[in-house]
């Protein structure tokens, strides 16, 4: 092989370790044949903690390889009209948002950059210790153990008082990598929050594929 030649277009990353899911997805929408990453940069790909983190990513990886590319500003437009959109409900009037990834025991979803996401989406998210305070559950679970537990999970006497429950508002995500890779789906996992928590102000019809509303009967 001749030296500069790549015919894999992740040759230089896979040879060093580098290989990461939200590359790939920026590789694939910019249609690159071949990249080089400096380690610097996959490193700030995996410690992607917020909207601002993801941006900034973006827009270095862009730089190195598409200067020309607004990739970064688009996804900031899209972000900025689902903000604008909630601009005028106050945080005292926004649901309250429990993100649980199992139920057996129950246990939270730990990602920074999704607890921003809630937020973003209209919600108000909660830490575990404040369930009992939850407007709206979202359960993130592998579905054939989830529908098996959840029965016997909404009956616990310390959650089956809860006003998500009460009220019918449990929400399964199904997207089986939801929240895996910091940035990945970035807007279309905002979205699915959104069209949840928010459902008078978004349909972006991922109902049914992407979530549905676990029905109490």
């Keep these: 092989m001749e030296l500069g030649s790549y015919p894999d277009p992740y040759y230089l990353c896979s040879m060093l370790e580098y290989k990461n899911e939200l590359i790939d997805e920026l590789v694939e929408k910019l249609n690159l044949q071949q990249i080089s990453l400096e ?4 490193q700030s790909a995996q410690d992607i903690a917020s909207f601002e983190d993801l941006k900034l990513f973006i827009e270095r990886f862009t730089h190195m390889h ?10 900031e437009e899209e972000v900025d009209i689902l ?12 649901p309250k948002v429990l993100l649980l990834e199992n139920i057996d025991p129950a246990s939270p979803l730990q990602s920074a950059l999704t607890t921003e ?5 209209g919600g108000v998210p909660l830490e575990i210790q404040e369930y009992k305070d939850a407007d709206i559950l979202l359960i993130k679970q592998d579905e054939f153990l989830l529908y098996g537990q959840l029965p016997q999970f909404i009956q616990q006497e310390e959650w089956s008082s809860i006003p998500a429950i009460k009220n019918n508002k449990i929400y399964i995500i199904k997207k089986d990598d939801f929240a895996n890779v910091p940035g990945k789906d970035y807007l279309l996992e905002l979205e699915i929050l959104a069209e949840i928590i928010q459902p008078k102000y978004f349909i972006f019809g991922h109902q049914g594929i992407d979530w549905v509303n676990f029905d109490l009967g």
């Design 66 to 75: 598409t200067p020309a590319s607004n990739l970064a500003e688009e996804l």
């Design 39 to 42: 380690p610097a940069l996959v």
């Design 117 to 121: 996401s809630i937020r973003i989406a």
């Design 83 to 94: 903000v604008h959109k909630l601009k005028f409900i106050p945080t005292e009037t926004r």
